[in-house]
Protein backbone atom coordinates (compact mmCIF):
# COMPACT_ATOMS: atom_id res chain seq x y z
CA UNK A 1 0.00 0.00 0.00
CA UNK A 2 1.14 3.14 -0.37
CA UNK A 3 1.43 5.92 1.91
CA UNK A 4 -0.57 9.47 1.28
CA UNK A 5 2.38 11.27 1.69
CA UNK A 6 4.26 8.96 -0.68
CA UNK A 7 1.64 9.73 -3.63
CA UNK A 8 1.32 13.45 -3.00
CA UNK A 9 5.15 14.12 -3.36
CA UNK A 10 4.77 12.11 -6.71
CA UNK A 11 1.98 13.95 -7.89
CA UNK A 12 3.55 17.53 -6.54
CA UNK A 13 6.42 16.57 -8.23
CA UNK A 14 4.77 15.78 -11.06
CA UNK A 15 3.02 19.54 -11.27
CA UNK A 16 6.34 21.05 -10.48
CA UNK A 17 7.88 19.54 -13.05
CA UNK A 18 4.88 20.39 -15.53
CA UNK A 19 4.60 24.05 -14.40
CA UNK A 20 8.00 24.57 -15.48
CA UNK A 21 8.45 22.67 -18.53
CA UNK A 22 5.46 25.21 -19.09
CA UNK A 23 6.78 28.56 -18.27
CA UNK A 24 10.34 27.64 -20.08
CA UNK A 25 7.92 27.15 -23.49
CA UNK A 26 6.37 30.25 -23.22
CA UNK A 27 9.78 31.92 -22.45
CA UNK A 28 10.95 30.19 -25.62
CA UNK A 29 7.62 31.15 -27.71
CA UNK A 30 8.54 34.94 -26.85
CA UNK A 31 12.27 34.18 -27.79
CA UNK A 32 10.81 32.50 -31.13
CA UNK A 33 8.62 35.65 -31.85
CA UNK A 34 11.56 38.01 -31.64
CA UNK A 35 13.59 35.78 -33.94
CA UNK A 36 10.94 35.84 -36.36
CA UNK A 37 10.00 39.30 -36.41
CA UNK A 38 13.67 40.35 -36.73
CA UNK A 39 14.32 37.94 -39.72
CA UNK A 40 11.84 39.91 -40.95
CA UNK A 41 13.10 43.31 -40.20
CA UNK A 42 16.11 41.78 -41.59
CA UNK A 43 14.64 40.73 -44.61
CA UNK A 44 12.66 44.15 -45.17
CA UNK A 45 16.23 45.54 -45.02
CA UNK A 46 18.48 43.48 -47.51
CA UNK A 47 15.36 44.07 -49.97
CA UNK A 48 15.62 47.95 -49.42
CA UNK A 49 18.98 47.88 -49.73
CA UNK A 50 19.18 46.16 -53.19
CA UNK A 51 15.87 47.44 -54.74
CA UNK A 52 15.16 51.14 -52.72
CA UNK A 53 12.12 51.68 -55.38
CA UNK A 54 10.88 48.46 -54.17
CA UNK A 55 10.65 49.66 -50.71
CA UNK A 56 6.76 49.70 -50.02
CA UNK A 57 6.03 47.21 -53.58
CA UNK A 58 5.64 43.13 -52.59
CA UNK A 59 8.46 41.06 -52.85
CA UNK A 60 8.76 38.74 -56.39
CA UNK A 61 7.65 35.18 -56.37
CA UNK A 62 10.52 33.01 -55.01
CA UNK A 63 13.00 35.65 -53.74
CA UNK A 64 15.48 33.83 -51.16
CA UNK A 65 15.00 36.47 -48.84
CA UNK A 66 11.75 35.04 -48.38
CA UNK A 67 12.20 31.59 -48.96
CA UNK A 68 14.75 31.63 -46.02
CA UNK A 69 12.23 33.92 -43.63
CA UNK A 70 9.55 31.01 -44.29
CA UNK A 71 12.43 28.28 -44.04
CA UNK A 72 13.41 29.99 -40.80
CA UNK A 73 10.18 30.46 -38.94
CA UNK A 74 8.84 26.79 -39.99
CA UNK A 75 12.05 25.50 -38.87
CA UNK A 76 11.84 27.56 -35.55
CA UNK A 77 7.93 26.89 -34.80
CA UNK A 78 8.71 22.92 -35.63
CA UNK A 79 11.58 23.05 -33.00
CA UNK A 80 9.45 24.44 -30.43
CA UNK A 81 6.64 21.83 -31.22
CA UNK A 82 8.79 18.92 -30.72
CA UNK A 83 10.13 20.46 -27.74
CA UNK A 84 7.15 20.39 -26.18
CA UNK A 85 6.06 16.75 -27.04
CA UNK A 86 9.68 15.91 -25.84
CA UNK A 87 8.99 17.84 -22.27
CA UNK A 88 5.69 16.31 -21.60
CA UNK A 89 6.95 12.79 -22.27
CA UNK A 90 10.08 13.00 -19.69
CA UNK A 91 7.65 14.46 -17.19
CA UNK A 92 5.14 11.85 -18.29
CA UNK A 93 7.90 9.40 -17.53
CA UNK A 94 9.35 10.88 -14.61
CA UNK A 95 5.94 10.98 -13.34
CA UNK A 96 5.20 7.29 -13.65
CA UNK A 97 8.65 5.87 -12.32
CA UNK A 98 7.78 7.91 -9.07
CA UNK A 99 4.45 6.71 -9.01
CA UNK A 100 6.25 2.85 -9.19
CA UNK A 101 8.71 3.99 -6.57
CA UNK A 102 6.14 4.86 -4.48
CA UNK A 103 3.86 1.68 -5.39
CA UNK A 104 6.74 -0.61 -3.94
CA UNK A 105 8.15 1.39 -1.59
CA UNK A 106 11.36 2.75 -3.19
CA UNK A 107 11.11 6.33 -1.98
Given amino acids: MVSPQRWKFSVRSARIK ?3 ALADARA ?3 VSERLRQRVGELTAMARAASNPAAISGSATAGDPLDVLAV ?3 R ?3 RAGELADYADRARIAGQACEGYYDALNGRR
Fill in 28 to 30: ANT
Fill in 18 to 20: RDE
Fill in 71 to 73: VVG
Fill in 75 to 77: LDQ
